[in-house]
């Protein structure tokens, strides 16, 4: 059986395959189709580092939601979490602001103050993860399982060593593997601390598997796709 927590869903039909072993209602899934073909039209020029269509690492972040049993409108949330960034090519051209009333007419206002927020927080702490042990963050449990499942999908899969140039780099060049993944381990006490306090213990798991660059395959290096970040494939 596949365990989603190390290998999360990376197409459509394997999230939709895995909301029905969830349990999930007919019209949830048919929710989760519209919020996906939503996404795939607003990113689909774009690709990751790694060379993996941006549209995975959304499927992939809801993935990991749904497999954490959090609430439904989270999960549309993380499928739809980058929508508000400026660096997506919204269609018609729309601001961040312009997008919310398409998104609340479409998904509920839930979902729109969800993603808002989200793409608050991660501009405010320029994406990096904070918490205050005074709990002032305890109702940001939403946003902050999120942006762990955002980490997680980011280094699942060996992905980070897919970036920058083939054969041995600069640990300095920024968005190059070695630059990443020290960035990540410089970050990985937060990632299962934070993980852990919110009771997402599969993500745990998986940030122990995957934060362990040691055994990171040495022949990745000739694969690299030549990309710091991500990348618009469209004209």
């Not at 206002?109 to 993603?115: A, N």
């Not at 919110?198 to 990171?216: K, P, Q, V, Y």
């Not at 796709?225 to 004209?235: A, C, N, P, R, V």
Request: glycine residues 8%.
């Amino acid at each position: 059986m596949r365990d989603f927590f190390i290998h999360p869903s990376q197409t459509n039909l394997e999230l939709y395959a895995q909301a029905i072993t969830r349990g999930c209602s007919r019209e949830q899934c048919r929710e989760l189709a519209d919020a996906y073909l939503f996404a795939l039209r607003q990113v689909f020029p774009l690709a990751r580092g790694s060379g993996k269509p941006f549209i995975s690492h959304l499927v992939g972040t809801a993935s990991l939601v749904m497999e954490s049993d959090r609430p439904f409108h989270w999960v549309i949330g993380a499928l739809l979490h980058a929508l508000y960034q400026r660096r997506i090519p919204f269609q018609g051209g729309l601001t961040p602001e312009e997008r919310r009333p398409l998104l609340a007419d479409r998904f509920g206002p839930e979902v729109d103050e969800l993603v808002h927020r989200y793409t608050a927080f991660e501009s405010e702490h320029l994406g990096r993860l904070m918490w205050d042990d005074g709990g002032e963050q305890t109702d940001q449990s939403d946003v902050l399982t999120i942006r762990l499942a955002d980490e997680l999908e980011d280094i699942s899969g060996h992905s980070l060593a897919l970036h920058g140039n083939p054969g041995a780099e600069d640990a300095g060049l920024r968005g190059a593997y070695p630059w990443r993944r020290d960035a990540k381990t410089a970050e990985a006490p937060a990632l299962l601390v934070l993980s852990s306090r919110l009771g997402l213990e599969g993500m745990h798991r998986s940030f122990r598997h995957w934060l362990d660059f040691a055994s990171t395959p040495e022949f990745l290096a000739d694969m690299r796709t030549g990309w710091l970040s991500s990348e618009s494939l469209g004209e």
